[in-house]
Nanobody
């Protein structure tokens, strides 16, 4: 199982970015995939998660209405569209999967992680 996140960069406040997470070793309808973020010295926090069967897509309160998670089954890719970005969204972003069809709340529950991609939002 492997995950590879990309798409980070530097953007001005109010701008948009789309992160991609290409997965291999499993199919997207088998397991839930989540996006997380972390700053140095801070705990990793959940941003969004989508169930393997798409029953639920969950968002942290801080990103609701601004971020949208989606899947492209043909490309084995999960996306995180981030709009109206704010300086407090500046973090390293990671994608991860849990070997279960349902999302769970805590990062500790996720089994496989990709390398992060840095998002920096300037004010």
């Amino acid at each position: 199982v492997q995950l590879q996140a990309s798409g980070g960069g530097l953007v001005q406040s109010g701008g948009s970015l789309r992160l991609s997470c290409v997965v291999s070793g499993f199919t997207l309808n088998d397991y839930a995939v989540g996006w997380f973020r972390q700053s140095p010295g801070k705990e990793r926090e959940g941003v969004s998660c989508i169930d393997g069967d798409d029953r639920r897509t969950i968002y942290a309160d801080s990103v609701k209405g601004r971020f949208t998670m989606s899947k492209d089954y043909a490309r084995n890719t999960v996306y995180l569209q981030m709009n109206n970005l704010k300086p407090e969204d500046t973090n390293e972003y990671f994608c991860a999967t849990i070997l279960h069809i349902r999302c769970v709340d805590h990062p500790e529950g996720y089994d496989y992680w990709g390398r992060g991609t840095q998002v920096t939002v300037s004010s």
